[in-house]
């Protein structure tokens, strides 16, 4: 069973930097395009940036592009998300998530989500 879990959330003064990590098991992970989201209180789920399956693509919200870099480890099974220049609004849950379409930035195309990492921003 595919088993997603993300990790390095944390608390960091607006201007900061967090490395988000998303720890995938199985053995089709380099076959999938990967995702993050994210979920402030309150307010929906939503599309932060994805990465094609080698890495040789990658799509970002306007919110966080030239921010946020999103990389992935086909031989760690890992994907990760480093965020800088961090800001209050940047605050929320950060979800990993696969994908089979990675244009499509609709939470419903993704199948297998993690758990979820918190991230606050202090201004």
């Known amino acids: 069973q595919v088993q997603l879990v993300e990790s390095g959330g944390g608390l960091v003064q607006a201007g900061g930097s967090l490395r988000l990590s998303c720890a995938v098991s199985g053995r089709t992970f380099s076959s999938y395009p990967m995702g993050w989201f994210r979920q402030a209180p309150g307010k929906e789920r939503e599309f932060v940036s994805t990465?094609?399956?080698?890495?040789?693509?990658?799509y970002y919200a306007d919110s966080v592009k030239g921010r946020f870099t999103i990389s992935r480890d086909n031989a760690k099974n890992t994907v990760y998300l480093q965020m800088s220049s961090l800001k209050p609004d940047d605050t929320g849950v950060y979800y990993c998530a696969r994908t089979a379409t990675m244009t499509d930035f609709r939470t419903s195309s993704y199948d297998l989500w993690g758990q979820g990492t918190q991230v606050t921003v202090s201004s």
């Open positions: 990465i094609s399956w080698n890495g040789g693509r990658t």
